[in-house]
């Protein structure tokens, strides 16, 4: 089985909020009908569909004179997620991805006469800040998460990437167009997203479901529901309802339960944000403003904590699996592996641990809030995708340009291949309907402005109001403030940064 994977060619036709910026973010009065398909997306979004990785403009050729073009990147946590496989690779294993790096990182070396190499740190945010503000060219590129390298790019600390590299051509399919036109503010942009960049993939968030617990309460297909146009909150939260079963009869529900919803502490802000109500959204301009403040926000928050925080259908690996050292390998993952979870939602990388599950299983996309949503939407998370960002102490631009164009490009048929046409599709991927709903998944990931330069700590207010979406009125009139004069600020500085 094999499914192209298309990730640009979704023309969402979206319309804004008839607001401004500041006037109209304090009241859900301000809500209209368009409002739960704004997403963030200005209205000049171009898609620039699916079409054959060829070049309008031929790079130069060029001798580097084995210059050492280094990546900043982030080592994997405890648990072993999110460090990066992208980037370097020391020889060929027989690993699809790992061999796809090495093989495109020859291409280039050749090419250019350059080596590419990567450091690695557990601390990526401190590292990238503390050898730009000593001026130090210790790498020539950084791949922090979105939420850092926002906080880099409001200190002008980074290249405008549209300015300053003049061979990078944004428009290509190898860019990732949505991830262009989403985190752009008045023109500049900051933080790069492409073929090369897997983690923008790992970091988006799908529902798994166990096809054999399905089967055991009688519900069919549950294709069929996103076929005719049902895949809702109510429809999906009606089935999280339906499984609940105190295995060892303790009275207790825990890992050792069968239960309808396995997830983590992402999924209060996520879920609510697939619905199409972002933190911040942009104007014609390119401009931001805050727009989480609307009658659906509440409306969705209400239903999604209602879910999470009954335990007897919904278990948390964060606050409710403390006990287990691993609560991901050792909890929720296991669970589902064995049976004792309908659903699971959590980002895709940990899709990759379920390769050697027994039981099938499926994939499907966020619900809609409801009949009256029209399109899905996938939120990135930012605090685990990582980017790829240039400081200001890179001392030769032009090469930066060359090497990170021809990286990306050359990625398309080789590290993109193996990850979505191997990886995923090929041994993770149990059936043919799965594969389609990635396909819907990836043609609507939405990238959150508000989510990631968190101005007032507007991105992660839904998680502080947690679990009584009541408060969240009164929390936000509190946070409003600080938020806009962060986001006026953030404005300020990119428009007075002189790259």
């Known amino acids: 089985m094999k499914i192209k994977f298309i990730l640009f060619v979704v023309m969402l036709g979206l319309l804004f909020f008839s607001c401004a910026a500041e006037e109209n973010t304090g009241g859900a009065e301000n809500l209209t009908e368009t409002a739960q398909n704004d997403a963030g997306i200005p209205d000049n979004f171009e898609n620039t569909g699916e079409t054959a990785a060829e070049r309008s403009v031929p790079l130069p050729e060029k001798d580097f004179d084995g210059y050492d073009f280094k990546f900043l990147v982030r080592e994997f946590n405890d648990g072993g997620y999110w460090g990066a496989i992208d980037i370097y690779a020391e020889e060929e294993t027989g690993e699809p991805i790992n061999d796809a790096v090495f093989r495109r990182n020859r291409i280039i070396e050749e090419r250019y006469n350059i080596t590419v190499s990567e450091m690695r740190t557990t601390d990526i945010g401190g590292q990238s800040r503390r050898a730009v503000l000593a001026n130090s060219h210790e790498y020539d590129v950084s791949m922090p998460n979105f939420n850092e390298a926002a906080g880099f790019a409001t200190q002008g600390l980074l290249m405008d990437v549209r300015s300053r590299l003049p061979y990078l051509q944004l428009d290509q399919i190898w860019w990732d167009q949505r991830a262009n036109q989403m985190i752009s503010i008045g023109g500049r942009q900051f933080i790069l997203v492409g073929d090369m960049t897997l983690t923008a993939n790992d970091a988006t968030w799908v529902i798994m479901f166990n096809k054999d617990v399905a089967e055991e309460y009688n519900m069919g297909s549950l294709y069929n529901?996103?076929?005719?146009?049902?895949?809702?909150?109510?429809?999906?939260?009606?089935l999280v309802r339906q499984v609940s079963k105190d295995i060892d009869g303790n009275g207790v529900f825990d890992e050792n339960d069968q239960i309808g919803l396995l997830t983590d502490s992402g999924a209060r802000t996520i879920l609510i944000?697939?619905?199409?109500?972002?933190?911040?959204?942009?104007?014609?301009?390119?401009?931001?403003?805050?727009?989480l403040n609307t009658e659906r926000t509440i409306s969705a928050a209400q239903k999604v904590f209602e879910i999470i925080s009954d335990r007897t259908?919904?278990?948390?690996?964060?606050?409710?699996?403390?006990h287990i050292s691993d609560p991901w390998t050792d909890g929720v993952n296991k669970m589902f592996q064995e049976n004792r979870g309908l659903f699971y939602m959590i980002s895709l990388t940990v899709m990759h641990r379920m390769r050697a599950m027994d039981s099938d299983f499926g994939i499907l996309p966020s619900p809609k809030l409801d009949n009256n949503q029209t399109e899905y939407f996938h939120t990135v998370q930012p605090s685990t995708t990582n980017s790829l960002i240039l400081p200001v102490t890179t001392p030769d631009p032009e090469l930066a340009s060359i090497i990170l164009e021809d990286m990306n490009f050359e990625s398309r048929d080789t590290v993109r291949h193996a990850y979505f046409d191997i990886t995923v599709t090929n041994k993770m991927i149990r059936d043919e309907e799965s594969a389609e709903m990635l396909d819907l998944i990836f043609n609507t990931r939405i990238y959150?402005?508000?989510?990631?330069?968190n101005w007032g700590g507007m991105g992660y207010l839904l998680e502080t109001v947690y679990p009584d979406s009541g408060r969240f009125v009164s929390r936000y009139e509190t946070a409003e403030p600080r938020a806009l004069r962060e986001m006026e600020r953030t404005i300020e500085e990119f428009n007075n940064i002189d790259n």
């Open 225 to 238: 529901y996103v076929a005719e146009d049902n895949w809702t909150f109510d429809t999906f939260f009606g």
């Open 273 to 291: 944000y697939n619905t199409g109500e972002t933190v911040a959204a942009k104007d014609g301009d390119d401009m931001p403003y805050i727009s």
């Open 313 to 322: 259908i919904s278990i948390n690996a964060h606050t409710d699996l403390g």
């Open 448 to 453: 959150d402005l508000g989510f990631i330069f």
